[in-house]
């Protein structure tokens, strides 16, 4: 019988530089923040949108909460439209470091299963959340290293900045 161990690495980083801690829940090996690269993995830049009616009507795009990555982005990420995220819509690209993608629904599932398997059942989210930040319903336990950040969202129907401090949608 022989055995082989699987490196799990650190850290990972993007084309602009960013450096994410890595960490794994289960079976699965996770980006231990939220992204915050203006460009995608082969090296093209994503639009940066800041008004409230570009946002509504453009392409693939990022924006910094309140426009302010000073405050928000270094701590929150970039907040990305669908169509940045989705390779269907944005020509193929990969907004994840190379090696790395978005994860899919079933890959949710899957986390959510393991923690609620791993004795967190109803309280899942709670296990994910930082220790920080969260301006509503408390803080969580983060058991995992995923601290998970309230950073908000970017309305797709009007472009106004919601819920930072109180929600992370992801």
Known sequence: MSFQTLAIPTSVSDYDGNIYD?????????????????????????????????WITAGAAYCWY??????????????????AVDPASNGNKNLCPIGWHVPTDTEWTTLTTFITND????????????????SSGGNGTDNYGFAALPGGFRGYGDGTFYDVGFGGYF
């Open 22 to 54: 890595v960490i794994l829940i289960g079976n699965q090996i996770w980006m231990g923040e939220n992204l915050k690269t203006t460009h995608y993995s082969d090296g093209t830049a994503i639009t940066n949108v800041t008004d409230n009616t570009g």
């Open 66 to 83: 309140e426009n302010n990555y000073d405050t928000y982005g270094s701590v929150y990420g970039a907040l990305y439209n669908w169509k």
């Open 119 to 134: 004795g967190h059942s109803g309280t899942e989210g709670t296990a994910l959340k930082s220790t920080t930040g969260w």
